[in-house]
């Protein structure tokens, strides 16, 4: 299996202009292939990275960027028109490939060759071909008889720069088990994280802080005078609030995905569309900073890596219908307890929902109903955990520390 580690780079000075010099003749270089794509018909990937020895006889400084990275700038070019045109088939409305301005190219990258990690007087060092070595936080080890197959180098908006290393591991995932003995159906929501059919309830991340920060430096960013030494030092200060935003919000999602993909076998959620969501008119920005997508990407591949089977089913009637007798049910937002005219069950809104959605995934998946039917499952006692004690822990109930990738 192919997994990325990312570990931040700490480039002295002179290597830290190296690396800028490179993302900057990357970004010319793309520039140069895409200004060639516009005015020729009948190009590809392989034709055009053909024409790079040539280049190389009158653009002198491309002989300081290592081979690999200037086939993998032109793969970029292609790669992103076959992603614009699969936009388009799928009728999304589309423009062309733009022109990289300073700052909108911002990472190259290495593959099969031109790289070696090294341990230099008990100091793990990044060694890059025509640049040397950069010093790095290893703060987590390789999967053992692991194969770094590709290395990409990026700087992010705050000035800090990264390695993604794309490593191949020897043994593939853990096998699936035919019959799943612990399921878990998991209803995600704004207020309520995540509420599953085990009765746990993760309480929504709180990043007011965080945002408070942000709004307070993007405040002082509008009154500085655009383009000034203040203006680009107060343009970093909000890069790094986004960043200190967006990292807890990650580490809060890790943690909890891990939780399911390692405790479960098979975990069962709603096939959300996050794009279509965030389109819907009120509380947009509590749907976009729940990250719901994200949460859910995560979950499917530490699922894979775990061999957990990962269900995701259609969400329509989810909260309406009755998780005993299946009669649909019309209840507003603001009620958070359901209770079936029909059958009498009653049971928490999130909860109810969680067991309809671990039904259609087992459904779904061909191992039948739950053996324990909801009416008799649902009545225990939930158990709430706060966003914070994820956060802090991993997850409520872990049972192993994770080792390499999250």
Not at 314 to 333: F, H, I, Q, W, Y
Request: charged letters at 30%; glycine letters at 6%; hydrophobic letters at 30%.
């Amino acid at each position: 299996m192919i997994y990325s580690y990312r570990y931040r780079l700490r480039p002295s000075d002179a290597l830290e202009e190296r690396l800028a010099e490179t993302v900057d003749t990357c970004r010319q270089v793309y520039n140069h292939f895409l200004h060639h794509l516009n005015r020729n018909d009948d190009t590809s990937s392989y034709s055009e990275q053909k024409r790079l020895p040539d280049l190389k006889k009158w653009w002198n400084y491309l002989k300081h960027v290592h081979s690999k990275v200037l086939q993998k700038v032109v793969q970029r070019v292609y790669d992103n028109l076959t992603t614009l045109r699969g936009r388009k088939e799928n009728s999304h409305r589309v423009g062309t490939l733009k022109w990289k301005g300073q700052g909108e190219y911002r990472s190259f990258t290495y593959s099969q060759s031109g790289f070696e990690l090294k341990n230099t007087s008990g100091r793990t060092k990044l060694w890059l071909s025509k640049i040397g070595e950069i010093p790095l936080a290893f703060h987590r080890d390789l999967p053992n008889g692991a194969k770094i197959k590709t290395v990409t180098v990026k700087r992010e908006a705050t000035g800090k720069w990264y390695a993604i290393l794309g490593v191949e591991t020897p043994d593939g995932p853990p096998e699936k088990p035919e019959t799943p003995k612990r399921c878990v159906g998991i209803d995600v929501g704004i207020l309520t994280y995540a509420h599953d059919t085990d009765g746990t309830a993760v309480g929504s991340l709180d990043l007011s802080d965080e945002r408070e920060r942000l709004e307070r430096a993007q405040r002082d960013l509008s009154r500085k005078e655009h383009g000034s030494n203040n203006w680009k030092e107060q343009r970093r200060v909000v890069a790094e609030r986004h960043a200190d935003l967006k990292n807890k919000r990650r580490d809060f999602l890790h943690k909890l995905s891990n939780h399911y993909a390692r405790e479960y076998d098979l975990v069962a959620v709603e096939d959300l569309d996050a794009a279509e969501l965030l389109e819907l008119p009120g509380n947009s920005r509590n749907r976009a900073g729940a990250a719901w997508g994200t949460f859910l990407r995560m979950l499917e591949y530490k699922c894979e890596r775990e061999g957990t089977h990962f269900v995701a089913v259609n969400p329509r009637g989810t909260t309406k219908e009755c998780a005993a007798c299946s009669v649909e049910t019309d209840k507003p937002l603001w009620v958070r307890e359901h209770s079936c005219p029909s059958c009498g069950f009653t049971a928490d809104r999130d909860r109810n929902a969680a067991w309809n959605i671990l039904s259609r995934g087992i459904k779904r998946l061909g191992a039948g109903r739950s053996e324990s039917p909801p009416v008799e499952t649902a009545l225990a006692v939930d158990t709430s955990v706060f966003a914070k004690r994820v956060v802090e822990t991993g997850s409520p109930t872990r049972k192993r520390e994770p080792s390499g990738e999250r």
